[in-house]
């Protein structure tokens, strides 16, 4: 478990990059709203422009974006979760604790390095 401290920190830093990962969602929506309307323009050539990307792949480029700043968002809210609930800092696999540095690069984490890496080798 960290220290009364660590967890204060950490929600500050964690309600940060949820603002940041809601700006970056709402930038998005705007970004998916003028391909919509692209699409809907029958003039809209995505076949080839020569300028940019076809209207599917930057449909595809903001829909991946989106998809990763909503796991981003789920994430934070859910390590915001473990602290209000006294649980920070516990690996929820193993409830050993989970170190101070990798704390640090990721507070959203919610499994210790150990754990992390069994997952990864296991997927």
Do not use: F, K, Q
């Amino acid at each position: 478990m960290t220290s009364h401290a660590e967890p204060h920190a950490a929600r500050a830093a964690l309600e940060r990059r949820r603002a940041d990962a809601v700006r970056g969602l709402a930038r998005i929506a705007d970004g998916l709203t003028v391909v919509r309307e692209g699409r809907n323009d029958g003039a809209a050539d995505d076949e080839h422009d020569p300028e940019g990307p076809t209207m599917a792949a930057e449909w595809s480029r903001l829909t991946g974006g989106e998809s990763d700043l909503r796991v981003e968002v789920a994430a934070i809210d859910a390590a915001i979760a473990r602290i209000d609930a006294g649980e920070y800092g516990s690996c929820i696999r193993c409830g050993r604790a989970i170190g101070a540095e990798r704390l640090r690069a990721r507070p959203e984490a919610e499994l210790c390095i150990d754990c992390a890496r069994l997952l990864e080798r296991s997927s």
